[in-house]
């Protein structure tokens, strides 16, 4: 076995067992966090080796929402340190479910979804399968340009008053113009570094991918916070935020949070609530 293998392998177990450890210690979201870390890692390693691989074709391409128990999970560790190489039957049943599905803006209201306090059903229209995404597609800061301003925005959390039920949250982040139409690739957030009282926290750096200074009149940053709905089966937006132009200076700022769906135009806006809860961002102006 190389050095590289045995340093991957070696990372993978290390990575299994924190999520195990957090899992005994009744610390969910952080088990999920390091699960869902280990996952990717898993599955580009799955990609380059799919030939040999021991699941179906109906495995590898599902996501499974069976809970399995923690002493299931540990029996994985003696196969993730020989992974690459392990040829025995899989410890324990994996079965294909649908994937989830993620509403396009405007989509649910043109399905007729019940609002969130409504959870039963599964929603007209709903299919029963559908290709998935993953969040978090952060993209690094531009490189600087004599005169520009580059932005960065920290989201450092959001209040909710059922932040706690909220299952992988994560924020949807754009800049539309007037028409709303995209001015900057669209990126998503990681899930959510964890959940307390009325806040989601993800303390996780946004840069903007224009310079200030070349952004449209009338543009806007749209903050979008998505959830998991497990007996509707799809990831739903709950509510949005923007920050327009006049808004960006350095510093701590709080944005009030709108009804869905998302109104990029900024036509018909109903706030979330009457109540104290806002986005909570830091604002870092990079300047040559």
């Not at 969040?135 to 800061?141: A, E, I, N, S």
């Given at each position: 076995m190389s050095e590289v293998t045995r340093s991957l392998l070696q990372r993978w177990g290390a990575s299994f067992r924190r999520g195990a450890d957090f899992d005994s210690w009744g610390q969910l979201v952080e088990a999920i966090d390091e699960y869902q870390i280990l996952a990717r890692h898993l599955q580009k390693e799955a990609q380059a080796q799919h030939n040999n691989s021991e699941f179906t074709e109906e495995q590898k391409s599902t996501q499974s929402q069976e809970e399995f128990k923690l002493e299931d999970l540990k029996k994985l560790e003696p196969i993730l340190k020989n992974i690459l190489t392990y040829n025995k039957e899989f410890p324990f049943?994996?079965?294909p479910v649908p994937l989830r599905r993620i509403l396009a803006p405007?989509?649910?209201e043109n399905l007729e979804i019940e609002d969130d306090e409504d959870e039963g059903g599964a929603g007209a229209g709903a299919p029963d399968s559908f290709?998935?995404?993953?969040?978090?597609?952060?993209?690094?800061?531009?490189?600087?340009e004599p005169g520009m301003t580059l932005l960065t925005?920290?989201?450092?959390k959001i209040g909710l008053k059922d932040a706690g039920q909220c299952i992988d949250p994560y924020i949807t982040v754009s800049v539309?113009?007037?028409?709303?139409?995209?001015?900057?690739?669209?990126?998503?957030?990681?899930v959510a570094s964890r959940k307390e009282d009325t806040y989601v926290h993800f303390n996780v750096d946004i840069e903007l991918q224009k310079h200030v200074e070349k952004l449209t009149k009338g543009a806007a940053i749209f903050f979008?916070?998505?959830h998991y709905k497990p007996k509707k089966r799809f990831t739903s937006t709950k509510c949005f935020a923007f920050m327009e132009m006049d808004e960006i200076r350095p510093g701590p700022i709080v944005i009030e949070?709108?009804?869905?769906?998302?109104?990029?135009?900024r036509k018909?806006?109903?706030l979330l609530t009457k109540k104290p809860l806002y986005l909570h961002l830091h604002q870092t102006l990079h300047k040559e």
């Open positions: 049943d994996v079965q405007g989509e649910e290709p998935a995404r993953v969040p978090g597609t952060l993209l690094p800061r531009l490189p600087s925005i920290r989201i450092e539309k113009d007037l028409n709303g139409i995209d001015l900057t690739p669209v990126q998503d957030t990681p979008e916070f998505k949070l709108y009804k869905k769906p998302t109104d990029f135009k018909k806006l109903q």
